[in-house]
């Protein structure tokens, strides 16, 4: 839990968000210890899906994305790591830019003014930032979030109803369960975290959240892969990294001298 008297390697804690683990328990250098390494396997996960966009051929907006999911991951674990306000901002802006991308990647293929969308999510996006950095709002910064976020939902419905193919539609189940469960562990830890800090060991809901959130951003990611590679005749199908991580492999049509 943030506490503005404990001080570090850091400073003293000047964040503006309180979460339900205790400062400094593991090292002077690492503010809240599991909240920080629990961002490492989202990193892990947007590098393979970045490696797979890049062998796949697939066009530079996924990955942009599979990068904007990795600076996002990389800004958590600093900010964690640290609770200071000004790399706050290294948290809560990306995940706003992360959220645009998913809005390009979802309605480009099907607008028809190409660069209009771009730029004016890019000037939103860029106004976000700071705004942001300017005022400490919270909840309305949460609200703009989830507010974005449900602009996407009603795409990924119809691409999911539209995709034919079982283990496509399968990520599309795997990103609604780990977005349902990673919500689950940050509203429990947010509103019983009196009650868990108590407890001989904290279940830290916050750092799963990290960790799931990780997930369905990987889920999302290959599953859009499959949509856009379907929208393009590549004859996409699911396969399987070591047996169990799911990513799209692809056949594209021979080209005609």
């Known amino acids: 839990m943030a506490d503005s008297m404990v001080a570090s390697f850091w400073g003293p804690v000047t964040s ?11 090292s002077s250098y690492i503010a809240e210890f599991y909240n920080t ?30 990068i ?33 991308l998913y809005m390009y990647v979802l309605y480009s293929p ?36 989830i507010g974005l976020c449900l602009l996407c939902i009603p795409r990924m419905y119809k691409y999911y109803i539209q995709t034919k193919d079982v283990a496509a539609k ?5 990103w609604v369960l780990t977005l349902t469960l990673g919500t689950l562990c940050w509203l429990v830890d947010r509103i019983c975290c009196k009650k868990l800090s108590h407890w001989y060991v904290n279940p830290q809901g916050h750092a799963w959240w990290h960790v799931l959130m990780g997930l369905n951003s ?11 590679a379907q929208q393009r005749g590549w004859e996409p199908r ?9 990513y799209v492999k692809v056949q594209k049509p021979e080209k005609r001298e």
Request: neutral net charge; charged residues 15%.
């Open 16 to 26: 503006t968000t309180e979460l339900c683990e205790e400062n400094y328990a593991h």
């Open 218 to 228: 990987y889920y999302a990611n290959t599953f859009l892969m499959f949509c856009r």
């Open 68 to 100: 904007s999911n990795m600076i996002l991951a990389i800004g958590s674990m600093i900010f964690h790591a640290t609770l200071q306000h000004v790399l706050q901002q290294s948290d809560e802006t990306p995940m706003v830019w992360e959220i645009l």
């Open 170 to 174: 399968r990520l599309a189940k795997l």
């Open 110 to 145: 099907d607008w028809h003014y190409r660069s209009t969308m771009p730029t004016f999510l890019f000037l939103y996006g860029a106004a976000f930032a700071v705004v942001h950095f300017f005022a400490r709002f919270q909840v309305v910064f949460k609200l703009h979030y």
């Open 37 to 66: 390494i629990s961002n490492a396997p989202c990193v892990l996960l947007a590098l393979i899906g970045l490696v797979n966009a890049f062998r796949q051929g697939f066009e530079k907006r996924f990955s942009v994305l599979h």
């Open 238 to 246: 699911i396969t399987h990294l070591l047996g169990f991580l799911p």
